[in-house]
Every structure is written in C-alpha cells, then in structure tokens.
C-alpha cells in the first residue's frame, strides 16, 4: 500500500501555537516520517477547539481528528488538560449520536519536545484508520 | 473576504524542494479565486524576496498575503514586518510551514510532500480571505506602582523605581520597615547587621521626592487590571501625633503597664503596648498596638504626643502596576516536634535574638548554655508535612550562626543534626570554616531524622548517623536549637485580594521560572523576594530589582499595546449563562446589562486570547479574533477538498 | 584591516550573549535603550542554547532559549555583533565610556547567508565539533548548529585548506575570504558584564580517565546527547556505539576541592546530574543510573521536590566520593570509591561514566578595562562590592554585572542578577544622560 495513495486515511490535527506546533516542528527537522495525509490547523490552546470544527472536519471527510493537547505545560493554566478533554467527551457524544465512531477523535498530550510521540501517534492512529476503513 | 492575495512559495535551496515539487505547488493554487499573483523564489527570506514581496504589495495592492516557507517560529516576525512596512496590516499574513510539517516530514515520501504542501497553501488562502486588519489595543497606564510590603526586597524595589522617575506608593503593614532583615544582627560574609542594611535603604527611601511610605496599612480591595489598578488602602493610625517628643515617648513606654509576647524578638521577651521593636528603627516614632491596650491613660499622663482621636483612614488609589514583596513566615514547629515545648528548645530565629542578647555568656532560662545541637531541615524537606521544599537559606544561616558563637563565647561545642548540608555556591566557604571549628557533624536521612527527648533532667539528641556507617549516636545538649525554614505568610489576605495563584509550595507562583520569572499570570502585578519562594538577602534584591524593570516597563511610557488576539461576545445571541466566565483562568468576562439584557463582556486589557471560552458557549456566541468560525471552517474546508 | 572611525553610540555595552547577557540587553532594549550587544562566538544563546532540558520544570532548553533568541536578533534596539570582543575599555570623567569592538572574520556574510548548508556538503575538511563537545565531526564551512543565531555559516579558517568549493556551491555567494578584522570605537553610557562561566577541565583530575578512558564523558557531552538537536538521536556509549545500561555519575568534578583551587560548590551539578538522570531513565528505561555525592544541594525553587522525583524513578543516590575510576578491556569502568553508608572502600562496574564538571570564572575580564580596575572576589568571579544592597554594582561605577561572571548560579538565578543590572544599569543610563543635558 502507497504511504501517499488517496485511499490513505486523511487525519485533522489541531495543535497549539506554542507547545504542539515546536515539538511536530521537531519531528521534521530530525526526519522523523509519519503519514503525509496528517494537517495541521494551529490554536493559542487546545481547549479553544470547538466542537463544531470537529465536526465540520468529519463531514467535509477527515477520517479521524487528533488533538495535541498543551498538557501540564500550557501556558494558560494548569485546568487545561480537563478542559479539552470534557470538550473531546462532549464531541465523542456527539459524534456517537451521529453514528460516527468516537475513537476516530483523539487526544493527546503533545509536550514541546514529545516529536517522537507525535509521530508514534500518528502512526498508530492512522493504522487504526485504515483497519477501520478495510473492516 | 480578501481577493488580492499574494502568494510566495520558498524552496529554501532545496530543503523543501527536493522533496515538494514548489513549480506544482505554485501552479496548483494560481487560479484559486481571490490569489492574485502565485510565485516561487528560492529563499523567501532573502533581502531580494522581501523586496519583491513589499513591491508586490505595494504595486498589486495586495490585500492579503500568504507565505509557505520554513516554521513561522522562525520567520513569522519577518514577514509581518515585511507586510506592515508596505501597508498591509500583519494580520492579513498567512504562513504555511511546509518546510518542517511537509519537506522534511516527509522526505520518505515526494508525492505525499508535495500534496501535503498544496494543501498546506490552499488552508492559508483559505485562512487568509476571511481574515481582518486588527489594531493593537492601547491602553493609558498610570505612572505609579505599588510596592506592597516595606520589607529589604520592598524598599530597594521602590528605590530603583523613584529613582527611574516613577511615583511609588510603598506600602506597609507593619508600623516599622525593615521586615524579616531588620530582625537580623549579623549578616554572613558582609561587614553590615541586618539593621544597618534597613537603615541605609530606609534612607535612600525615606527623602526620596517619588516615594511615599504608608505604615500600618493594607490593601484590602483592587479592581481594574493592568495600566490602572484600583486599590482600597486601609491604614490604622499609630496614635502617635506627627511632631511628637521624643524624650516623653520614651517615659511613655516606660510607664505603660500592659506587657505583651514581642513577635519582634520571637516570643522570647515581652514589650510594652506602646513600643518600638528597636532603638534605631524606623520610622523613628513609636506606635501602640491598640489591640492590646486598656486605654488605661498612663502614656497620656507623661506625654503630649498621644493621640487616641487617630481614626482610620480609606485611600483610593490608582496605580499601574503592583510590586508584590510579602515576604515570608519562619516556620512554627508544632507541639513536641523535635521536642518543642521543652524549655530549653528554641528556634533558629529565636537563638539569634539570643546571641544578640547575650554578651560574655550564652544564657538560656538562667543557664549557661556549651553543648548546642542544632536539628536542620525542621518545616522543610518533610517526609509527612506538606513542605516538601529547601528552606535554601538555613544551612548558611545556621552554620554562620555556629562561627558567631565561638567568636563570642568560649568553650561552645556544638553538634549538627543534617540532612545534608546545602551551601551551595560561595557559601561552600562557611561549611568549611565551621568543620575546621570542630563542630561535629551527623547526619541522616529524611525519613530517620534525629529524636529529641528528655530523660531525667537531660536532654538528649539521638541519631542514626549516616556518615558513621549508620551507628546510634546520643547527644547531650544544654540548648536544640531547631534551624526552622521559610514558610508562606500565614496571614494570605493580600494574596486573596490580588488573586495572585500559588505553586505547590504555597509560595505565589511566577508565570514561568525562566521566562516569566517576576510576572503573575494577572498582567500587571509582579512579585519579589522570598513570597515567591526562599530566598536569602542578595537573592531577594536581585528578584526585587528584576521586578522593578518589569513594573517599570508597564507603567515607564504611560501607554500599553496589548495583542489584539482576544475574544469577543456576540452581543445579540450572548443570553449570559456564565459558562465562559467559568471557562476563563483570567477573570476577564463579567456580566454586564446592557440594553436591559444581561450579557457577557469581555475585559479587553485582561483577555490573554488562550480561547477556553470558545468551546463551552452553547450559543456559541463568542470568537476570538484571528481563529474565528469562518477562518477555521475555511480551512478545514480547503484541507478536505482534495 | 579594516578600520572604522565612527561616532558609534550606545546607552549600554553588553558583554557577552548568554543567558544572562540577553536577558539584560532585552530588558534595557524594551525600556527604549539602544544596545550593542557582543559575544565572542559565533552565536548568541550561550551555553544555554546547547541544554536539553532544564530543572526542575524539565521544559526543554532550545524552546525557552531560542524565542528569546530571536526576539533579542530582531529587536530594532539591540544591534548584534558575533565574533566579537572587547577591548580597551575606558571611562570619561563625565561617567561614560569608550571601548574598541573588534569582529574576527566569519568569511561569510551573515546578511546574505540563508542557511542553506550547501557550504557544508561541499566542504571536504572534518574537524571535531565544538558545538557537540567533540562527539562528532563537522565540516570546516558550518553552521554551528541548527538553532544557532544568527543561523549562518562560517568559515574555520584555521581548519580550511581554501580548496574553494565552499565558494562555488554557495546560491548567494556569500562567502567572502578576503574579510579581515574589523575595528570600531564606541561610545556608551554603561557597560553590563555577562561573560559567563567556563567548564572545569576534567584532565586536571589524571585519575578519572576523561581523555584516555572513552567511555568517561562529561555531563555537557552527555547534554548534548539528551538535546534535541542531538548528533546521535539517541545515548550511546563513545567506544563501540552500544546503549549504556548501567551509567555513573560523579559529582562535584573540580568543584569543592581546594587541591584544584576551586574551594566551592557550583551549585547546578546536582540539580543538573539529576535531570540526565529522570531523562536517562526516559531515553534508556532498562538502564541502571547512579550518583555517587557528597551532599545532595537540591536548594531552589521545586528543586528539592525534583531530586525525590528522581529517587522514586529508581535513581540511585550513594553518598561517595570516587577516588579512581579505571578501565576495562571490554571498555567498562570501575569506579573505586569510600562509601560513606558502609564506611568501606569500594568498587563497582559501570559501563559508562558521566563526570558531572563543576563552573569555573572566565579570565581575562579585568584585562578589558583600561586605566580602570575591575575588582575580583577572592574566587576570580567578579566582586560585588555592594553585594546585599546592589548585588549588581561593581568596583567600577558604571559597570554592571549579571549571571555567572558574579559567582555560580543556575538559569533563573542568572536570569534575575540579569534583572538587577538591567534595572541599575537603566538608572545609571539615566543619570548620564541628565548630565549630559545639564552639561
């Protein structure tokens, strides 16, 4: 299977300006490869992502959308990482309702260095992408 | 919607286009509706290409413009300064990082690099039609800080400040200056006592035309935000008249029949109801504490300077920025802690005050005191207690404390209770004089420290002692000393009213220890000395005068440009469910009436632009600027459509 | 030689752009001051830029360092010059100064470069990396590292042989040989002195093998090997290229030893020994790390909380001092040493040593003033002479200093004593400059 052909699973990524955006930087300067079809839109944090372009992602046909969330290191308060994350249960349910799998949005801490992480998610998520696309 | 949009698309000598075909690329969103001119240059950052991209601006009238280069981490600041110097307002920039997210991401993978980059530059045309021009904010700042507590961080802050031509209120709540310093007798490696050190930077304050020093008085309500705050000061009267005679003060104090524990001195004497802490200190005028006078009248019989009619005053105040120097609090073991409560254990301050008291003869309760054993680390490195920190201060402290013993009494033997002794830096020299005293060091670890116990008349220190392959070792002492760390003010008010966070020392937190190291995340207000954590003298003043120039920056231009990257309320579908006031770590939305209907408004000086308002309005109403619905559905529509 | 005369003016001279150094010039640069900003390398951010994480936060160094980095290149009032030293600084009796800069020849000029490394595939000349501690190789046309500021190339002329290719594979012919040094005459109001620190040379200490023993590093080599911009992409060992996995430290490398004339403790070792450790135990879970101390100084802010982080990762703390570590054929160490808990000598294998190398003064500061004397402490730091009241000052009026060139301290320590001279060096700015109206 072609890394680059358009049956690859296509992945919206909000990452944040200040701790996402370095470390998915970093994975390119060290030549760390993951799938091509991952894009990236960038936010001052991650619990400024609003439900409505999660779900707009899905129906304009992203595959899975990823949130690379500030974690601890948000430089706008420590209640960061809850606030995303209720917005991401609130968007699952959401998304269940509509009959899209909710595992295909996911979140995670993505540290101003974690480039290794980055790609690791990646490329998990876009394997599980694929499998749910063949099954 | 713009629809003069330049678009320029760097192949950084290859970096990016020898994965990313840029001609494709370029091609590929030439004929998008609104892209007016769509080129390649070999490095966008070049003089030559930042030329073309201000002529371009200027002859084609760009009204937005895009740039796929390297991160804008790296040229983000260059090409806005690029677009404002041709008119064109920064916020109408795009920029599309192919270089790291694309190229190099995937040099394994040329097709998938160069789809990814169209549709990189697609997003941030997309992006950049529904952009908007937006202004900084300004906002008049008053030229005047507030500089809360008097104590040596306080003082020299307010200092360096008057002396930069800024009007200083310096605040105190105390009736003396000087704080936890002007307790301080001996001061280690310099030739000056702490008093000496209050009374040379009072009078650098006291005379100075830009600094005026309220005493006995606190803050106990702020408003507005950062340019001008507004703060309540409340200041208790000295009872004391402004032109006072000094000679009958004195017979004042002499006849005042009341006797309280004197905090000055740790508890260890008592003073009158009418007192000065010491005979130099200053402001030079004595005070009565009023909470425990009797009005018995006695001072105003051999005094004219009296004067119980003093009432309260309220200030209004109005500043630009707040200087917070609080200070701290020695720790108060508690009952039986290492023995406290026996008559012959005392703090680390308190055996200070004693030093000072005792000539020829260390005395203690009637007795003389030789065989002294100090415990470290009591209220600091605790296993079980909530301070897990380093006091930083006590180790050099405590050991100075040893060499001023042997300098002053004969015969001192005195026995170290460590955890490891911590003089970090130049300090190491002061552990070393003391071990060449012969002072005898044992130490443990922190979850076997030593025991104190009485046994008979004896006190006895026991300890498993590390250095001596774990051997049991008893000591004798005439006196524990028990060297106490710094802990946070107990009495937080001030601290509840600026709403300054605290870390997980309970100190206030700065915003970033490297970055941001005197700033609080409420803009305007910045801290200094040991209230944001232990500290020892030349420390303090550093962070006092590092938070100086940051106060100084605030207020030094009376004007202040905020990022207009912020929030904003839809006034007409906002139906107030304060969902978003919740949502926002800055205290930035309150609820206005306006029209008869209650809404939120957003604090445009205090909004910081992070966004968690966004998401938990169900009525959506509000937008932030720059990531606004139709920008980022836009770009989430140009990213799909492959 | 190039010699400008030039009416070169500024309120302040920064010397050096660490840390330290930066902070002030950004600080004095906000106030609305003009800088001349110098450092002797070839780039600015110091020893702090080259950092992997820092303690206690663990935020990465790279990203505090370089968003100050760029701020301060950026700054319309920091002027910027590398290569760059100080010399025959002197001070008017109305207070000000004047100093001859002198820029040594990059041979490239920084304006035109781009950083497109070009240079660097066709150079034939490998040398040993100074911006990697010597761990690997890098071309006699570079650019010192990708962070570096300005990000330009730069020509090791004492390693070129001018075989020329460097010239044609440059885009932008930026590279220009016949550049020479380039003097100018500066007037300034104040002078901030932010000249940093040295590392201790661990051959003084013949016993612990640095040098002769592959596998003994020291703590700033194994920086750079935990850095982001690390030569590897992961740790390994020097003699054959392996993952360590039972890794010593020892502590206090020429620091509190009065045999080596440095008497006193350098206050970020242990602070910085423990970091490499929690992130060893990150980059090589299987691997053992162990201190051996003398005392533990976990003594700042969340410092303290940080080293019983690092003991409840599995860290292992031995209070020892190692006398004499020797080698292995299979290149394994073993470190004899006097382990304070048993009271008994002994030895262990490790198969890769870190010496954690203590902070040293730079020399040479005094001999940049003339006809003035720059007092120094009994340490060789420069002396505060006003060390509680203006922690700043200096023997000379006028003359502020910040960070490491005062004493040992860590980031946000130099980082505040940057804050102090900042803040004496705007007010002494301003008293000049009143003088100078008045006058």
Same mark, same amino acid.
């Given at each position: 299977?072609?890394?680059?052909?358009?049956?690859?699973?296509?992945?919206?990524?909000?990452?944040?300006?200040?701790?996402?955006?370095?470390?998915?930087?970093?994975?390119?300067?060290?030549? %760390?490869?993951?799938?091509?079809?991952?894009?990236?839109?960038? %936010?001052?944090?991650?619990?400024?992502?609003?439900?409505?372009?999660? %779900?707009?992602?899905?129906?304009?046909?992203?595959?899975?959308?990823?949130?690379?969330?500030?974690?601890?290191?948000?430089?706008?308060?420590?209640?960061?990482?809850?606030?995303?994350?209720?917005?991401?249960?609130?968007?699952?349910?959401?998304?269940?309702?509509?009959?899209?799998?909710?595992?295909?949005?996911?979140?995670?801490?993505?540290?101003?260095?974690?480039?290794?992480?980055?790609?690791?998610?990646?490329?998990?998520?876009?394997?599980?992408?694929?499998?749910?696309?063949?099954? | 919607?713009?629809?003069?949009?330049?678009?320029?698309?760097?192949? =950084?000598?290859?970096?990016?286009?020898?994965?990313?075909?840029?001609?494709?690329?370029?091609?590929?969103?030439?004929?998008?509706?609104?892209?007016?001119?769509?080129?390649?240059?070999?490095?966008?950052?070049?003089?030559?290409?930042?030329?073309?991209?201000?002529?371009?601006?200027?002859?084609?009238?760009?009204?937005?413009?895009?740039?796929?280069?390297?991160?804008?981490?790296?040229?983000?600041?260059?090409?806005?300064?690029?677009?404002?110097?041709?008119?064109?307002?920064?916020?109408?920039?795009?920029?599309?990082?192919?270089?790291?997210?694309?190229?190099?991401?995937?040099?394994?993978?040329?097709?998938?690099?160069?789809?990814?980059?169209?549709?990189?530059?697609?997003?941030?045309?997309?992006?950049?039609?529904?952009?908007?021009?937006?202004?900084?904010?300004?906002?008049?700042?008053?030229?005047?800080?507030?500089?809360?507590?008097?104590?040596?961080?306080?003082?020299?802050?307010?200092?360096?400040?008057?002396?930069?031509?800024?009007?200083?209120?310096?605040?105190?709540?105390?009736?003396?200056?000087?704080?936890?310093?002007?307790?301080?007798?001996?001061?280690?490696?310099?030739?000056?006592?702490?008093?000496?050190?209050?009374?040379?930077?009072?009078?650098?304050?006291?005379?100075?035309?830009?600094?005026?020093?309220?005493?006995?008085?606190?803050?106990?309500?702020?408003?507005?935000?950062?340019?001008?705050?507004?703060?309540?000061?409340?200041?208790?009267?000295?009872?004391?008249?402004?032109? =006072?005679?000094?000679?009958?003060?004195?017979?004042?104090?002499?006849?005042?029949?009341?006797?309280?524990?004197?905090?000055?001195?740790?508890?260890?004497?008592?003073?009158?109801?009418?007192?000065?802490?010491?005979?130099?200190?200053?402001?030079?005028?004595?005070?009565?504490?009023?909470?425990?006078?009797?009005?018995?009248?006695?001072?105003?019989?051999?005094?004219?300077?009296?004067?119980?009619?003093?009432?309260?005053?309220?200030?209004?105040?109005?500043?630009?920025?707040?200087?917070?120097?609080?200070?701290?609090?020695?720790?108060?073991?508690?009952?039986?802690?290492?023995?406290?409560?026996?008559?012959?254990?005392?703090?680390?301050?308190?055996?200070?005050?004693?030093?000072?008291?005792?000539?020829?003869?260390?005395?203690?309760?009637?007795?003389?005191?030789?065989?002294?054993?100090?415990?470290?680390?009591?209220?600091?490195?605790?296993?079980?207690?909530?301070?897990?920190?380093?006091?930083?201060? =006590?180790?050099?402290?405590?050991?100075?404390?040893?060499?001023?013993?042997?300098?002053?009494?004969?015969?001192?033997?005195?026995?170290?209770?460590?955890?490891?002794?911590?003089?970090?830096?130049?300090?190491?020299?002061?552990?070393?004089?003391?071990?060449?005293?012969?002072?005898?060091?044992?130490?443990?670890?922190?979850?076997?420290?030593?025991?104190?116990?009485?046994?008979?008349?004896?006190?006895?220190?026991?300890?498993?002692?590390?250095?001596?392959?774990?051997?049991?070792?008893?000591?004798?002492?005439?006196?524990?000393? *028990?060297?106490?760390?710094?802990?946070?003010?107990?009495?937080?008010?001030?601290?509840?009213?600026?709403?300054?966070?605290?870390?997980?020392?309970?100190?206030?937190?700065?915003?970033?220890?490297?970055?941001?190291?005197?700033?609080?995340?409420?803009?305007?207000?910045?801290?200094?000395?040991? =209230?944001?954590?232990?500290?020892?003298?030349?420390?303090?003043?550093?962070?006092? *005068?590092?938070?100086?120039?940051?106060?100084?920056?605030?207020?030094?231009?009376?004007?202040?440009?905020?990022?207009?990257?912020?929030?904003?309320?839809?006034?007409?579908?906002?139906?107030?469910?304060?969902?978003?006031?919740?949502?926002?770590?800055?205290?930035?939305?309150?609820?206005?009436?306006?029209?008869?209907?209650?809404?939120?408004?957003?604090?445009?000086?205090?909004?910081?632009?992070?966004?968690?308002?966004?998401?938990?309005?169900?009525?959506?109403?509000?937008?932030?600027?720059?990531?606004?619905?139709?920008?980022?559905?836009?770009?989430?529509?140009?990213?799909?459509?492959? | 030689?190039?010699?400008?005369?030039?009416?070169?003016?500024?309120?302040?001279?920064?010397?050096?752009?660490?840390?330290?150094?930066?902070?002030?010039?950004?600080?004095?640069?906000?106030?609305?001051?003009?800088?001349?900003?110098?450092?002797?390398?070839?780039?600015?951010?110091?020893?702090?830029?080259?950092?992997?994480?820092?303690?206690?936060?663990?935020?990465?160094?790279?990203?505090?360092?370089?968003?100050?980095?760029?701020?301060?290149?950026?700054?319309?009032?920091?002027?910027?010059?590398?290569?760059?030293?100080?010399?025959?600084?002197?001070?008017?009796?109305?207070?000000?100064? &004047?100093?001859?800069?002198?820029?040594?020849?990059?041979?490239?000029?920084?304006?035109?470069?781009?950083?497109?490394?070009?240079?660097?595939?066709?150079?034939?000349?490998?040398?040993?990396?100074?911006?990697?501690?010597?761990?690997?190789?890098?071309?006699?046309?570079?650019?010192?590292?990708?962070?570096?500021?300005?990000?330009?190339?730069?020509?090791?002329?004492?390693?070129?042989?001018?075989?020329?290719?460097?010239?044609?594979?440059?885009?932008?012919?930026?590279?220009?040989?016949?550049?020479?040094?380039?003097?100018?005459?500066?007037?300034?109001?104040?002078?901030?002195?932010?000249?940093?620190?040295?590392?201790?040379?661990?051959?003084?200490?013949?016993?612990?093998?640095?040098?002769?023993?592959?596998?003994?590093?020291?703590?700033?080599?194994?920086?750079?090997?935990?850095?982001?911009?690390?030569?590897?992409?992961?740790?390994?060992?020097?003699?054959?290229?392996?993952?360590?996995?039972?890794?010593?430290?020892?502590?206090?490398?020429?620091?509190?030893?009065?045999?080596?004339?440095?008497?006193?403790?350098?206050?970020?070792?242990?602070?910085?020994?423990?970091?490499?450790?929690?992130?060893? &135990?990150?980059?090589?879970?299987?691997?053992? +790390?162990?201190?051996?101390?003398?005392? +533990?100084?976990?003594?700042?802010?969340?410092?303290?909380?940080?080293?019983?982080?690092?003991?409840?990762?599995?860290?292992?703390?031995?209070?020892?001092?190692?006398?004499?570590?020797?080698?292995?054929?299979?290149?394994?160490?073993?470190?004899?040493?006097?382990?304070?808990?048993?009271?008994?000598?002994?030895?262990?294998?490790?198969?890769?040593?870190?010496?954690?190398?203590?902070?040293?003064?730079?020399?040479?500061?005094?001999?940049?003033?003339?006809?003035?004397?720059?007092?120094?402490?009994?340490?060789?730091?420069?002396?505060?002479?006003?060390?509680?009241?203006?922690?700043?000052?200096?023997?000379?009026?006028?003359?502020?200093?910040?960070?490491?060139?005062?004493?040992?301290?860590?980031?946000?320590?130099?980082?505040?004593?940057?804050?102090?001279?900042?803040?004496?060096?705007?007010?002494?700015?301003?008293?000049?400059?009143?003088?100078?109206?008045?006058?």
């Amino acid at each position: 299977m072609s890394s680059s052909g358009k049956d690859m699973p296509k992945i919206l990524v909000f990452s944040t300006e200040k701790i996402s955006d370095p470390a998915i930087d970093m994975a390119g300067l060290l030549k %760390l490869h993951y799938p091509p079809r991952v894009y990236i839109i960038s %936010l001052p944090c991650s619990s400024a992502v609003k439900p409505r372009w999660i %779900l707009k992602a899905f129906s304009e046909g992203f595959d899975g959308v990823f949130i690379a969330a500030d974690g601890t290191d948000c430089p706008y308060g420590e209640s960061c990482t809850d606030k995303t994350g209720a917005i991401i249960k609130q968007t699952q349910d959401m998304l269940k309702e509509k009959g899209i799998e909710p595992a295909k949005l996911r979140m995670a801490a993505i540290c101003s260095i974690c480039s290794e992480a980055f790609v690791k998610q990646m490329k998990n998520f876009t394997e599980y992408l694929v499998n749910q696309k063949t099954n | 919607m713009k629809n003069k949009i330049g678009v320029y698309i760097c192949h =950084c000598g290859g970096n990016i286009s020898d994965y990313v075909d840029v001609e494709k690329v370029r091609d590929a969103v030439k004929d998008i509706e609104g892209v007016e001119i769509s080129v390649d240059t070999m490095f966008a950052c070049a003089d030559s290409s930042q030329k073309q991209i201000f002529n371009d601006i200027k002859e084609k009238q760009l009204d937005g413009l895009v740039v796929a280069s390297c991160s804008p981490k790296l040229h983000y600041p260059t090409f806005s300064a690029v677009a404002e110097r041709a008119g064109l307002n920064k916020y109408n920039y795009v920029h599309a990082n192919i270089r790291e997210q694309v190229s190099w991401a995937h040099s394994d993978n040329k097709l998938g690099a160069t789809e990814k980059a169209i549709q990189a530059v697609k997003a941030a045309i997309a992006g950049v039609k529904e952009s908007i021009s937006l202004e900084p904010i300004k906002i008049k700042s008053q030229k005047i800080v507030a500089v809360i507590g008097a104590g040596v961080a306080g003082m020299r802050a307010a200092k360096e400040l008057a002396d930069l031509g800024v009007k200083v209120y310096l605040i105190e709540r105390e009736y003396f200056v000087g704080g936890r310093v002007a307790q301080l007798d001996y001061l280690c490696r310099v030739q000056e006592t702490g008093k000496e050190l209050v009374t040379r930077m009072y009078e650098a304050i006291h005379k100075h035309e830009n600094i005026t020093l309220f005493t006995g008085a606190e803050i106990i309500e702020k408003g507005g935000s950062i340019g001008n705050f507004k703060i309540k000061l409340k200041i208790t009267p000295r009872y004391i008249k402004k032109d =006072c005679n000094e000679d009958e003060l004195k017979k004042a104090i002499e006849v005042c029949p009341v006797e309280v524990d004197d905090d000055f001195n740790f508890n260890i004497t008592k003073r009158k109801a009418i007192y000065k802490n010491y005979p130099s200190e200053y402001p030079q005028k004595p005070a009565i504490d009023i909470k425990n006078c009797t009005r018995c009248g006695e001072c105003e019989k051999v005094c004219s300077s009296i004067d119980f009619n003093q009432k309260e005053e309220i200030l209004d105040l109005t500043v630009g920025s707040i200087l917070t120097a609080t200070g701290f609090d020695p720790y108060r073991p508690k009952e039986n802690e290492f023995g406290w409560g026996l008559d012959n254990v005392v703090t680390l301050p308190q055996f200070r005050r004693i030093i000072n008291m005792c000539d020829d003869k260390l005395i203690y309760n009637g007795k003389e005191i030789k065989e002294i054993a100090y415990i470290y680390c009591v209220g600091s490195r605790q296993v079980d207690g909530e301070n897990k920190y380093c006091s930083r201060y =006590c180790c050099t402290a405590t050991l100075y404390t040893s060499i001023l013993t042997h300098k002053k009494y004969k015969n001192i033997h005195a026995y170290h209770f460590n955890r490891g002794i911590r003089t970090y830096g130049k300090q190491e020299v002061i552990y070393d004089e003391v071990s060449q005293l012969g002072d005898i060091f044992l130490q443990s670890y922190e979850y076997d420290p030593a025991t104190v116990e009485k046994q008979g008349d004896k006190t006895i220190v026991k300890v498993k002692d590390i250095l001596t392959n774990n051997t049991e070792i008893e000591v004798e002492a005439d006196l524990v000393v *028990l060297v106490t760390g710094m802990e946070p003010r107990k009495d937080n008010s001030i601290g509840d009213v600026l709403k300054i966070p605290k870390g997980r020392d309970r100190f206030y937190n700065e915003i970033h220890m490297k970055l941001r190291p005197v700033e609080t995340v409420i803009d305007g207000i910045t801290i200094a000395g040991a =209230c944001q954590g232990p500290k020892n003298i030349l420390e303090s003043v550093n962070s006092a *005068l590092s938070a100086a120039t940051k106060s100084y920056s605030i207020v030094n231009t009376g004007e202040l440009a905020l990022e207009p990257i912020i929030a904003s309320v839809n006034e007409d579908t906002c139906t107030w469910c304060g969902l978003c006031a919740d949502a926002c770590p800055y205290d930035a939305i309150e609820l206005i009436n306006k029209n008869g209907k209650d809404i939120a408004e957003i604090n445009k000086s205090v909004c910081k632009g992070c966004g968690m308002c966004l998401p938990v309005c169900e009525s959506d109403s509000i937008e932030m600027s720059g990531f606004t619905n139709n920008i980022i559905e836009n770009m989430i529509s140009a990213y799909a459509d492959i | 030689m190039q010699y400008q005369t030039d009416n070169n003016s500024y309120d302040a001279l920064v010397i050096g752009a660490g840390i330290a150094g930066g902070e002030a010039a950004l600080n004095l640069a906000n106030l609305g001051y003009k800088v001349l900003l110098i450092d002797k390398d070839l780039t600015i951010g110091g020893k702090m830029i080259m950092l992997s994480k820092v303690f206690p936060t663990l935020d990465c160094s790279a990203c505090i360092t370089t968003p100050k980095v760029s701020e301060i290149s950026r700054h319309p009032n920091i002027k910027i010059l590398t290569s760059t030293q100080a010399s025959n600084i002197t001070q008017k009796s109305d207070g000000t100064f &004047m100093a001859e800069i002198t820029t040594k020849p990059r041979y490239v000029e920084i304006e035109d470069c781009t950083g497109c490394q070009l240079c660097e595939e066709a150079c034939p000349v490998i040398v040993k990396d100074q911006y990697q501690y010597d761990l690997v190789g890098r071309k006699a046309a570079y650019i010192p590292f990708s962070i570096a500021s300005p990000r330009a190339a730069a020509i090791d002329i004492e390693n070129c042989t001018l075989c020329g290719a460097c010239e044609r594979a440059c885009p932008t012919n930026c590279i220009d040989f016949t550049q020479t040094d380039k003097k100018i005459t500066i007037k300034c109001n104040t002078v901030i002195l932010a000249t940093g620190f040295q590392l201790f040379d661990p051959t003084l200490i013949p016993r612990y093998g640095f040098g002769r023993f592959k596998n003994v590093i020291t703590s700033m080599q194994m920086e750079r090997q935990l850095a982001p911009t690390r030569p590897f992409n992961t740790v390994l060992r020097p003699s054959d290229g392996k993952l360590p996995d039972n890794i010593a430290y020892v502590l206090c490398t020429g620091s509190r030893d009065k045999t080596l004339g440095n008497p006193i403790c350098s206050q970020v070792c242990c602070m910085y020994s423990t970091k490499q450790a929690q992130l060893l &135990m990150g980059a090589l879970p299987m691997a053992d +790390i162990t201190l051996y101390y003398l005392h +533990i100084r976990a003594f700042g802010k969340g410092f303290n909380e940080f080293y019983a982080q690092a003991q409840s990762m599995g860290v292992e703390f031995v209070k020892g001092k190692v006398a004499k570590i020797t080698e292995k054929e299979n290149g394994n160490l073993i470190l004899r040493y006097e382990d304070i808990n048993g009271n008994v000598v002994k030895e262990t294998e490790h198969d890769m040593v870190v010496l954690s190398v203590g902070i040293l003064p730079n020399v040479g500061i005094q001999e940049l003033f003339s006809g003035i004397n720059l007092e120094l402490d009994e340490f060789n730091y420069v002396k505060q002479t006003d060390v509680l009241a203006s922690p700043a000052a200096t023997s000379i009026n006028g003359v502020f200093v910040a960070g490491t060139a005062s004493a040992p301290m860590d980031i946000p320590d130099s980082i505040l004593s940057a804050g102090a001279a900042s803040a004496e060096a705007a007010n002494y700015i301003r008293k000049m400059s009143e003088i100078n109206v008045s006058v």
